[in-house]
Nanobody
Framework: VQLVESGGGLVEAGGSLRLSCVAS????????IGWFRQTPGKERDWVSC????????HYRDSVKGRFTISSDDFKNTVHLEMNSLKPEDTAVYYC?????????????????WGQGTQVTVSS
């Protein structure tokens, strides 16, 4: 099982980025994919998740209306579209996978992780 993130970078406040998470080694539609983010010295916080079997999505309150999670089942890829970015969105973003149809906001329920991609939002 492998996850590979891409799409991070440096953007000005108010700008947009699109992160991608390509999955391999498992039956894509049987999993739930989550996005988390982490800044130095802090916990890895849950951002969003998508249940791949039915497309159900969930978001943390601070990103609702700005971030959109989606899946491309043909390409085994999950995207996180981030708009109206703020400096406080700066972090390393990770995608993670867990089997089944439940989305948890704790990292401990996700056994598989990507390597992370840096997102920096300048003020």
């Amino acid at each position: 099982v492998q996850l590979v993130e891409s799409g991070g970078g440096l953007v000005e406040a108010g700008g947009s980025l699109r992160l991608s998470c390509v999955a391999s080694g498992f039956t894509f539609e049987q999993y739930t994919i989550g996005w988390f983010r982490q800044t130095p010295g802090k916990e890895r916080d849950w951002v969003s998740c998508i249940v791949l079997s039915d497309g159900t999505t969930h978001y943390r309150d601070s990103v609702k209306g700005r971030f959109t999670i989606s899946s491309d089942d043909f390409k085994n890829t999950v995207h996180l579209e981030m708009n109206s970015l703020k400096p406080e969105d700066t972090a390393v973003y990770y995608c993670a996978a867990r089997g089944g149809r439940l989305c948890y906001s704790s990292r401990h329920y996700f056994p598989t992780w990507g390597q992370g991609t840096q997102v920096t939002v300048s003020s």
